[in-house]
């Protein structure tokens, strides 16, 4: 079973800025549908932003204008780069496939990365 791995989280004051990564053990899953998903506390996990296989973006309205997915095919990475961070960004953010209904499909989920935003 695929495993992903996201790193570049941690503890940043309102209004700052941080890039996460998201890698995969099979390299070439992250060429396929991507998603950056995130849970804060005692809250249902929710897809924040999305890439297809073709590049078709999605995000989740909260994020619009300050959240930015990419992929680099070359390094097998993608990233989310988050700006003008809020309080109510922080939450345990993960990567993983992306697909239709998925909070349905029994996803295997990594261990994820924390982003902490300070007011």
């Known amino acids: 079973q695929v495993q992903f791995m996201e790193s570049g989280g941690g503890l940043v004051q309102s209004g700052g800025s941080l890039r996460l990564s998201c890698a995969a053990s099979?390299?070439?899953?992250?060429?396929?549908?991507i998603g950056w998903y995130r849970q804060a506390p005692g809250k249902e996990r929710e897809l924040v932003a999305s890439i297809s296989r073709g590049g078709s973006i999605n995000y989740v309205d909260s994020v619009k204008g300050r959240f930015s997915i990419s992929r680099d095919n070359a390094k097998k990475t993608v990233y989310l780069q988050m700006s003008n961070l809020k309080p109510e960004d922080t939450a345990v953010y993960y990567c993983?496939?992306?697909?239709?209904?998925?909070?349905?499909?029994?996803?295997?989920w990594g261990q994820g990365t924390q982003v902490s935003v300070s007011s």
């Open positions: 993983n496939v992306f697909m239709t209904f998925w909070k349905s499909r029994g996803l295997s």
């Open positions: 099979r390299s070439t899953t992250i060429e396929n549908n």
